[in-house]
């Protein structure tokens, strides 16, 4: 059975990208979605009628997940066209003054996480299959009062651009969408909202056209898409530009 696996299910990007993935790989018939909040992935597989629907409540920032998902895969054995690590979190704050715990966890679920659950992924993918990561703009330039964050999403295109080179000869391709700021939860519960100028003046992106865009990118085996000609030309920017005088500008 043709499987779409996408973590960070429950809302927000990860949402609209269940939503749309029928549009973009009709071909899917069973759809694994992975979010902390069980009540939250009942309700979506409500709205998938006639495909099938395996609701997994697992929190990525815990080692027994792992176990779970593994057990899950070899018990299924699934025929996975495509996977989508949507999963993750970014907070607001400086180095040294931001709790422990919540500097870790975006590297546990940004990087850790992401890598472990692609790696067990891949033995089941087919000729044709893609990965879909979701990165930032962030990984573009280190961002003060957000280092950590930056610092891990830029892992995640260095990531993408590495694997996809690896799977090239077994016929899969790995994508990395690098969005600029949108009006999810993400904000609110990394503090963001109301607490960065820079945040405040960005121009958002529509998570319905991100969501759609990049599932089409990875449809045509892109390596990296970034929405919004604004963003674009950061990246290009940012690639030129000394990465000391860059910092400089790119302040949370």
Not at 225 to 241: E, G, H, Q, S
């Amino acid at each position: 059975m043709k499987t779409a696996i996408i973590t960070g299910a429950s809302s927000g990007l990860g949402r609209e990208f269940v939503r749309q993935i029928a549009d973009v790989f009709p071909e899917v018939e069973s759809y694994w979605l992975i979010a902390r909040r069980a009540d939250r992935l009942a309700e979506l597989a409500e709205t998938l009628p006639g495909k099938t629907v395996a609701c997994l409540p697992l929190d990525l920032c815990d080692s027994m997940s792992f176990m779970a998902f593994q057990e899950k895969l070899t018990a299924e054995q699934p025929e996975v066209v495509l996977l989508v690590n949507n999963a993750g979190c970014g907070y607001l704050g400086r180095i040294g003054e931001m709790d422990t715990a919540s500097q870790t966890r975006m590297v546990d679920l940004n990087m850790r996480a992401l890598t472990a659950i692609t790696n067990m992924t891949v033995p089941y993918m087919v000729p044709g299959g893609r990965i879909l990561n979701v990165s930032s703009i962030a990984s573009f330039c280190p961002n003060p009062r957000m280092t950590v964050y930056s610092s891990t999403k830029a892992y995640v295109s260095s990531f993408t651009v590495g694997i996809g080179e690896e799977l090239r000869a077994k016929g899969i391709t790995a994508t990395a969408v690098c969005p600029g700021p949108m009006k999810t939860e993400f904000l609110d519960i990394g503090g963001i909202a109301g607490n960065s100028k820079m945040f405040a003046t960005l121009p958002y992106c529509d998570q319905v056209r991100v969501a759609g865009g990049a599932l089409r990118a990875a449809r045509a085996g892109r390596t990296i898409y970034t929405p919004k000609l604004f963003y674009k030309f950061y990246r290009v920017l940012a690639k030129i530009t000394p990465v000391k005088l860059m910092v400089k500008f790119a302040k949370t």
